[in-house]
């Protein structure tokens, strides 16, 4: 059963990555990027949950790949293709469609990549990154250019391929995505004062107290570890 909590996690990152793609199609962008947003915090939880109950597995690897690629990239594509490209017709969905395309290539380029875990960067922005940034953006569509959001969303698709070295934040004492729950509250908190007739889903809520209490857990175990260590080096 407990081999399987992982995989429970990175198949909720992917229904919420669905449910991002159900919201765009009904005009929901506002929720369909919260969705998205809170897969990448489901993203930031499973690996550390495998590694940390000693059940990591090719399966799971793969499994978190399929996951991210509907996630961050199908997702995000359809959104964007909602907001931004949607007066283009069906130019706009090739172009929103080439996000996945390179996401798909920088996932397959990360897999094959032996020496992932050991490296202190990654070649290539994440399609995590790059997803969750477009989700970011479009909180702020009302506010930002067109043409600055197409900007930005072509230049993500040209850096996941790229080989730039971004860094992969692995010695940083807390989960590598905890940046994102204070940018969506920041988010959050910007777009309602300039816009209260914007509603969010409560599973927004329900996703940031999850959360906080995963860095709980995670700070307490680290400082946990850290202790042991000092005692066993005494």
Same mark, same amino acid.
């Given at each position: 059963?407990?081999?399987?909590?992982?995989?429970?996690?990175?198949?909720?990152?992917?229904?919420?990555? %669905?449910?991002?793609?159900?919201?765009?199609?009904?005009?929901?962008?506002?929720?369909?990027?919260?969705?998205?947003?809170?897969?990448?915090?489901?993203?930031?939880?499973?690996?550390?949950?495998?590694?940390?109950?000693?059940?990591?597995?090719?399966?799971?690897?793969?499994?978190?790949?399929?996951?991210?690629?509907?996630? %961050?990239?199908?997702?995000?594509?359809?959104?964007?293709?909602?907001?931004? %490209?949607?007066?283009?017709?069906?130019?706009?969905?090739?172009?929103?469609?080439? +996000? *996945?395309? %390179?996401?798909?290539?920088?996932?397959?380029? +990360?897999?094959?990549?032996?020496?992932?875990?050991?490296?202190?960067?990654?070649?290539?922005? *994440?399609?995590?990154?790059?997803?969750?940034?477009?989700?970011?953006?479009?909180?702020?569509?009302?506010?930002?250019?067109?043409?600055?959001?197409?900007?930005?969303?072509?230049?993500?698709?040209?850096?996941?391929?790229?080989?730039?070295?971004?860094?992969?934040?692995?010695?940083? *004492?807390? *989960?590598?995505?905890?940046?994102?729950?204070?940018?969506?509250?920041?988010?959050?908190?910007?777009?309602?004062?300039?816009?209260?007739?914007?509603?969010?889903?409560?599973?927004?809520?329900?996703?940031?107290?999850?959360?906080?209490?995963?860095?709980?857990?995670?700070?307490?175990?680290?400082?946990?570890?850290?202790?042991?260590?000092?005692?066993?080096?005494?």
């Amino acid at each position: 059963m407990i081999k399987h909590i992982p995989n429970g996690i990175t198949l909720s990152n992917l229904l919420f990555g %669905f449910m991002s793609i159900g919201a765009t199609s009904i005009g929901d962008y506002q929720n369909a990027a919260i969705f998205i947003l809170i897969g990448m915090m489901l993203d930031s939880m499973d690996g550390w949950t495998a590694r940390k109950l000693g059940v990591e597995s090719t399966f799971g690897k793969e499994l978190d790949s399929l996951a991210d690629i509907v996630t %961050f990239g199908a997702a995000p594509a359809m959104l964007i293709f909602g907001t931004t %490209f949607t007066d283009l017709g069906f130019i706009g969905l090739l172009i929103a469609g080439t +996000f *996945p395309i %390179f996401g798909a290539i920088r996932l397959a380029r +990360f897999n094959i990549d032996s020496d992932t875990s050991t490296k202190s960067y990654f070649t290539g922005v *994440p399609i995590t990154a790059a997803g969750g940034i477009i989700a970011l953006l479009t909180l702020f569509n009302y506010a930002l250019p067109q043409a600055a959001i197409s900007a930005v969303y072509m230049l993500l698709c040209i850096l996941m391929v790229s080989k730039i070295p971004v860094p992969s934040l692995k010695n940083v *004492p807390i *989960p590598k995505y905890t940046i994102i729950i204070t940018a969506l509250l920041i988010s959050i908190i910007i777009v309602t004062r300039y816009n209260a007739m914007i509603e969010y889903s409560n599973l927004i809520i329900v996703a940031i107290i999850l959360y906080i209490l995963f860095l709980i857990i995670f700070l307490f175990l680290k400082k946990k570890r850290i202790k042991r260590a000092e005692d066993y080096g005494n």
